[in-house]
């Protein structure tokens, strides 16, 4: 069984993945293009994501507060492993039914907002340790969507930083785009 959200997951968690093995131990106080993370830092926020939408997909309640340091031994297997079970977790189409109760959205959107921190994150931890990144398409395109409804109510929580300032022609619905929409430069870092 799958729905479009484990679809989507499973499209773009190889992509982060192997962003995540590509990033070796000397990388991790790197900074990153989110400004209150190091590289460790967004690699445990990533790790946490990953594991309480596995519970999130369940309808359960999830702990955010707790800080768990994930990047013991075999880390990079262990997310792995991980980004596997919140697939399979979204693939019951049960899981998209109704509101979180933990978060209070419908759950089509609470699995979008795992596939957007998947996606965006990769590309977080790509350029902070210099790592090639190409996003699922079929991820990004869906997720374009999702931020534009998201975007306000993100913004005024300090969850997405407003958008950059960007060329006056229409946006077109790719990588670049999205970034800028979560508050991101997608040319970061950004020489002087």
């Known amino acids: 069984m799958s729905t479009q959200t484990s679809d989507l997951l499973a499209a773009a968690a190889p992509r982060t993945v192997a962003v995540?093995?590509?990033?070796?131990?000397?990388?991790?106080?790197?900074?990153?293009?989110?400004?209150?993370?190091?590289?460790?830092?967004?690699?445990?926020?990533?790790?946490q994501v990953v594991v309480n939408f596995q519970g999130l997909a369940d309808k359960r309640q999830v702990e955010w507060v707790d800080k768990p340091d994930?990047?013991?031994d075999g880390w990079r297997d262990r997310f792995e492993v991980e980004t596997d079970r919140l697939v399979v977790a979204w693939s019951d189409p049960s899981t998209l039914d109704g509101v979180s109760p933990g978060m209070g959205l419908p759950q089509p959107v609470v699995g979008g907002m795992a596939l957007l921190d998947l996606t965006v994150h990769g590309w977080d931890l790509a350029v902070a340790t210099g790592q090639p990144y190409h996003p699922a398409p079929e991820a990004v395109a869906e997720l374009h969507g999702l931020v534009e409804r998201l975007g306000p109510t993100a913004r005024k929580m300090g969850v997405f930083a407003d958008p950059p300032p960007t060329p006056t022609e229409a946006p077109v619905p790719d990588l670049a785009h999205l970034l800028?929409?979560?508050g991101r430069t997608p040319t970061w870092p950004q020489t002087p």
């Open 70 to 72: 994930h990047l013991g």
């Open 180 to 182: 800028t929409q979560t």
């Open 20 to 47: 995540v093995r590509g990033i070796s131990d000397d990388q991790l106080d790197l900074p990153t293009p989110c400004d209150d993370y190091l590289v460790r830092d967004l690699l445990n926020h990533l790790f």
